[in-house]
């Protein structure tokens, strides 16, 4: 058989508890549903870190957080990637990514023949100009009024001369308020028609990359699945339950979330169906998995950074092969070996599992934590703004945080002192010194920013 085509759906923010191959009670998803019955499915699948950048660009280097330093919104990708390697084994590479931070700005072009951006949700962080982002947070915590915060933004901006940043900026925030009125999809069906259009020309083998970004927040879906789910009509914005801290509303909150979900299954079986029409599933292999889950009220969290626990880092994995073989593999696995699978004719490696996450305050240091996310109590923020790695093997996580609390989540039964023992030291030979993670990461990132203020003959702080 000639090399099979490789097509990876990344599922942004899809997390393992509520699918049904997962044990869920809802057919969140109908038609993954029905494939995993004729795929692979790894029932303990984890991501290696709980949000976007640092996740793919160990799905994209098959590196850990302290080996690529892809960890904030300012790092950029620079290692050889997957693509890149693809593209040397003879394959053609072709992505699609709905997600803002994962476009040429942030580097996960690299290695790819042709790279479309579908940015439907634009985050106003990437912009360059770091004093109009902190005026538009800081506007945001003082002044209610959206008139009143459009017109002294507009001012700063003319002093400024940003004008032409503002209008970007204006337009995007209007597109957002115009969207919370009606349904807009965050960008499945553009990225549909892509693919149905240069599949015709595409030539094989061929890898493609997928970023649907439907299941993300604000949570969105059209009115007749709103109903089927009993979701709110309103799009949810997920941090806005962490700022009032809502529990009585977390039924809701699951109900917006699974309507999304629901919603990314009708795109998904649109997409298969596109490479059925044109004849390729004979000779096509279909890897669907996650970036990272998403909290929805679980230890006071909602959403994803912030922490390590299971709802944020267990994710589906499912792998679709052209000659329907099933089978349930128990064993752990992570995004990290899903890089080397892809390199190694899937052939699944023996790799420990280790995630790792550097804190709140790591995704950006264009604004402090206060206007970021205003309103969110301090003890959170502190919490959630520290170095944290974890381990899991046989269903027993552990997690070490800097504050050294010690955390051990267990999936069924307990854990024995001895299993306990094992995991803490692995984790510390590979960790390491837990308190200098984040030092070393920053003072990482000072060096690098100072020098490339030398090369362009400018010195710009970072932090």
């Given at each position: 058989?000639?090399?099979?085509?490789?097509?990876?759906?990344?599922?942004?923010?899809v997390r393992a508890k509520n699918l049904p191959m997962y044990g869920y009670q809802r057919n969140t998803m109908?038609?993954?549903?029905?494939?995993?019955?004729?795929?692979?499915?790894?029932?303990?699948?984890?991501?290696?870190?709980?949000?976007?950048?640092?996740?793919?660009?160990?799905?994209?280097?098959?590196?850990?957080?302290?080996?690529?330093?892809?960890?904030?919104?300012?790092?950029?990708?620079?290692?050889?990637?997957?693509?890149?390697?693809?593209?040397?084994?003879?394959?053609?590479?072709?992505?699609?990514?709905?997600?803002?931070?994962?476009?040429?700005?942030?580097?996960?072009?690299?290695?790819?023949?042709?790279?479309?951006?579908?940015?439907?949700?634009?985050?106003?962080?990437?912009?360059?100009?770091?004093?109009?982002?902190?005026?538009?947070?800081?506007?945001?915590?003082?002044?209610?009024?959206?008139?009143?915060?459009?017109?002294?933004?507009?001012?700063?901006?003319?002093?400024?001369?940003?004008?032409?940043?503002?209008?970007?900026?204006?337009?995007?925030?209007?597109?957002?308020?115009?969207?919370?009125?009606?349904?807009?999809?965050?960008?499945?069906?553009?990225?549909n028609k892509i693919i149905e259009k240069e599949i015709k020309t595409l030539k094989q083998p061929f890898f493609?990359?997928?970023?649907?970004?439907?299941?993300?927040?604000?949570?969105?879906?059209?009115?007749?699945?709103?109903?089927?789910?009993?979701?709110?009509?309103?799009?949810?914005?997920?941090?806005?339950?962490m700022r009032e801290n809502h529990t009585k509303d977390l039924e809701l909150i699951n109900n917006a979330y699974?309507?999304?979900?629901?919603?990314?299954?009708?795109?998904?079986?649109?997409?298969?169906?596109?490479?059925?029409?044109?004849?390729?599933?004979?000779?096509?292999?279909?890897?669907?998995?996650?970036?990272?889950?998403?909290?929805?009220?679980?230890?006071?969290?909602?959403?994803?950074?912030?922490?390590?626990?299971?709802?944020?880092?267990?994710?589906?994995?499912?792998?679709?092969?052209?000659?329907?073989?099933?089978?349930?593999?128990?064993?752990?696995?992570?995004?990290?070996?899903?890089?080397?699978?892809?390199?190694?004719?899937?052939?699944?490696?023996?790799?420990?599992?280790?995630?790792?996450?550097?804190?709140?305050?790591?995704?950006?240091?264009?604004?402090?934590?206060?206007?970021?996310?205003?309103?969110?109590?301090?003890?959170?923020?502190?919490?959630?703004?520290?170095?944290?790695?974890?381990?899991?093997?046989?269903?027993?996580?552990?997690?070490?945080?800097?504050?050294?609390?010690?955390?051990?989540?267990?999936?069924?039964?307990?854990?024995?002192?001895?299993?306990?023992?094992?995991?803490?030291?692995?984790?510390?030979?590979?960790?390491?010194?837990?308190?200098?993670?984040?030092?070393?990461?920053?003072?990482?990132?000072?060096?690098?920013?100072?020098?490339?203020?030398?090369?362009?003959?400018?010195?710009?702080?970072?932090?």
């Amino acid at each position: 058989m000639s090399q099979p085509n490789i097509v990876l759906v990344i599922m942004d923010t899809v997390r393992a508890k509520n699918l049904p191959m997962y044990g869920y009670q809802r057919n969140t998803m109908p038609f993954l549903n029905k494939i995993s019955k004729k795929s692979i499915l790894y029932e303990n699948a984890y991501s290696n870190a709980p949000w976007t950048i640092p996740s793919h660009a160990t799905l994209f280097t098959g590196k850990n957080q302290s080996e690529h330093y892809v960890i904030g919104i300012e790092d950029k990708l620079r290692t050889e990637t997957l693509a890149e390697k693809m593209k040397r084994m003879g394959y053609h590479t072709f992505g699609v990514s709905n997600n803002p931070l994962i476009t040429a700005l942030t580097g996960f072009d690299k290695g790819f023949d042709k790279f479309y951006s579908i940015i439907e949700q634009k985050n106003e962080l990437l912009s360059e100009d770091e004093t109009l982002i902190k005026k538009i947070f800081q506007l945001r915590t003082y002044e209610k009024s959206f008139i009143k915060r459009v017109f002294k933004l507009f001012v700063f901006s003319v002093r400024r001369k940003k004008v032409k940043e503002f209008i970007k900026i204006l337009l995007s925030r209007i597109a957002s308020r115009i969207r919370n009125t009606s349904f807009h999809d965050k960008g499945a069906n553009k990225t549909n028609k892509i693919i149905e259009k240069e599949i015709k020309t595409l030539k094989q083998p061929f890898f493609i990359f997928i970023n649907y970004l439907e299941a993300h927040s604000p949570y969105d879906a059209p009115k007749r699945i709103k109903k089927m789910f009993n979701a709110p009509q309103d799009r949810v914005e997920i941090v806005e339950f962490m700022r009032e801290n809502h529990t009585k509303d977390l039924e809701l909150i699951n109900n917006a979330y699974d309507a999304g979900l629901y919603y990314l299954d009708t795109k998904l079986k649109e997409l298969y169906y596109i490479f059925k029409k044109n004849n390729l599933l004979k000779n096509t292999i279909f890897i669907f998995t996650s970036d990272h889950g998403e909290f929805l009220g679980e230890h006071g969290y909602f959403g994803h950074e912030l922490d390590l626990y299971p709802e944020v880092i267990k994710i589906p994995l499912i792998i679709k092969f052209p000659n329907n073989k099933h089978t349930h593999i128990k064993k752990e696995v992570s995004l990290k070996d899903v890089y080397f699978m892809i390199l190694n004719n899937f052939k699944l490696s023996q790799k420990n599992i280790f995630i790792e996450y550097y804190g709140l305050d790591t995704f950006t240091t264009k604004i402090p934590l206060s206007l970021r996310y205003r309103g969110i109590k301090k003890d959170i923020l502190k919490e959630t703004s520290q170095y944290m790695a974890a381990t899991i093997e046989n269903g027993v996580e552990l997690i070490l945080r800097e504050d050294g609390e010690e955390i051990v989540y267990v999936n069924n039964g307990t854990a024995s002192t001895e299993e306990i023992s094992i995991l803490r030291q692995r984790l510390l030979k590979e960790v390491g010194k837990i308190k200098l993670k984040r030092t070393h990461y920053f003072n990482r990132k000072r060096l690098i920013n100072k020098l490339r203020g030398i090369k362009h003959g400018k010195n710009r702080n970072l932090r």
